[in-house]
């Protein structure tokens, strides 16, 4: 069950609902390349803030941090999604615009990350 049934009536219990969002989750794993390298990077700062036995609060930040560029990276792709079914790959004015300000939005998050952690792990490095 998952991203590839066919249907369409409103889920009928907790477990069917969460084997269609944990398709959903893996749909975006699989097919955004960003994904991927943003979870690579989430890695990375988990494995540097292992090392470097960060505070709670610090922890709390990178949390926040990463959870705030994989959430921005699910609208940006439901943002396509939503745009390619509406206009069927014909160019649009308003579909440019759409698809531009949801990657604008990963971008400004992706930007978010990056400032937190240098604010935590450059100190550390220097
Ligand atoms: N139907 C369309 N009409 C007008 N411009 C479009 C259309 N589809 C895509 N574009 C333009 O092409 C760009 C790339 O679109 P695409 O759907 O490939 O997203 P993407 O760059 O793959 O996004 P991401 O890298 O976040 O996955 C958009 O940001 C937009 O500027």
Do not use: C
Not at 54 to 70: D, G, N, Q, T
């Amino acid at each position: 069950m998952g991203l590839k049934d066919k249907q369409t009536v409103k889920n009928t219990h907790l477990i069917q609902a969460m084997k269609h969002a944990m398709a959903g989750v893996w749909t975006v794993v699989r097919n955004e390349r960003n994904m991927r390298y943003h979870l690579v990077a989430a890695l990375f700062a988990i494995g540097f803030g292992w090392y470097f036995r960060i505070s709670e609060l610090e922890w709390l930040m990178i949390a926040l941090a990463i959870f705030f560029v994989i959430a921005s990276e699910f609208a940006n792709t439901i943002a396509e999604s939503l745009v390619d079914l509406i206009v069927q790959h014909h160019y649009d004015p308003l579909a440019k615009r759409v698809k531009d300000v949801a990657a604008g939005s990963v971008l400004l998050a992706a930007l978010f990350a990056v400032v937190v952690a240098a604010i935590i792990f450059l100190p550390k490095f220097f």
